[in-house]
Nanobody
Framework: QVQLVESGGGLVQAGGSLRLSCAAS????????MGWFRQAPGKERDVVAA????????YYGDSVKGRFTISRDNVNNTASLQMNSLKPEDTAVYYC????????????????????WGQGTQVTVSS
């Protein structure tokens, strides 16, 4: 079992950047594929990005390609999401998620693929 804690959310102007971090408990972090999701009020929880257990496979939602970068550090048990060129439509609660698995990142692109979740962190982008 793994526990996830997100940090790094906040308020930023359009065009700015934020970096989200997800700290995972336990000694078996490299067993897990990791994902970032977001949910705006009244909308479904959508994938932002996913990364496989080793970090050599990534997947991005269409709306963030070229602007966001997912990464992981299997030594320090963290996953990160670098968000650049932020837009007001990126405003949402961002969640870190984990699932045991060794497939490519594209295999973990819906919220149903994950069984561990953080509590979420709010990202607000002002225009």
């Amino acid at each position: 079992q793994v526990q996830l804690v997100e940090s790094g959310g906040g308020l930023v102007q359009a065009g700015g950047s934020l970096r989200l971090s997800c700290a995972a408990s336990g000694r078996t972090f490299s067993r897990y594929a990791m994902g970032w999701f977001r949910q705006a009020p009244g909308k479904e929880r959508d994938v932002v990005a996913a990364i496989n257990w080793s970090g050599d496979s990534t997947y991005y939602g269409d709306s963030v390609k070229g602007r966001f970068t997912i990464s992981r550090d299997n030594v320090n048990n963290t996953a990160s999401l670098q968000m650049n060129s932020l837009k007001p439509e990126d405003t949402a609660v961002y969640y870190c998620a984990a699932v045991v698995g060794r497939y490519d990142a594209s295999s973990y692109r819906t919220f149903r693929d994950y069984n561990y979740w953080g509590q979420g962190t709010q990202v607000t982008v002002s225009s």
